[in-house]
């Protein structure tokens, strides 16, 4: 693995003494991995202490690290980890990451249909993307989890069965299952708002 894992060829220099493999890890790695947390634990400040305590973990690690899985499964697992405590904790307020906020800040997220220059077009992508990341939010965990690693990150399901500690037979149910749950859920709200829509035009008509 590590003669195939560019990152673990740096996580072993790091091991070695070398102080700035450790800084292009986080700087290769801190970002996406933000933004795996801030989808779950859906809230982007403890997101970040949570990366902070992953590449703790990381530093912490040098002495028995050992290169048997990519850099990036490893990390990933250490993030998944410490999300899943912070969602065991007693209920908290998780308040809603706008997608208009993150479209200004340059993340990721799920699109259903390419960008165009029409305006009423773009409104559409928008408002599409914006029930895909309600729907996510709604996801159970390790669905959410599954499903982002692998239609996101790009993990084959046998990295998101490490990062997950479970079997790869286990993550093909859990993305089954998230993907027919995103797609009823944008669905419904998808006939819900035509549902207003349609509402709203025989009140107009009404009033004429």
Sequence with gaps: MPDADPDAQLMLAFCAGDGTAFDSLFDRWGQPLLHYLERMVVDSATAEELVQ?????VYRAKERYRAEAKFSTWLY??????????????????PHTSTDDEASSGGPTLRLV???????????????????????EGLPERQRSAIWLSAVEGFSYAEVAVALETTE???????????????ESVAAAEDDNASGRGSGALAEDTRK
Excluded: C
Aim: no cysteine.
């Design 169 to 183: 037979k286990s993550v093909k149910a859990l993305v089954h299952r998230a993907r027919v749950a995103l797609v």
């Design 77 to 94: 697992r250490i993030g998944t980890n410490l999300a899943l405590n912070e969602l065991r904790r007693p209920r908290r307020a998780r």
């Design 53 to 57: 305590e992953a590449f703790l973990r």
């Design 114 to 136: 390419s960008e165009m220059q029409d305006a009423d077009v773009q409104l559409d992508v928008r408002r599409r993307a914006n029930r895909v990341e309600n729907a996510l």
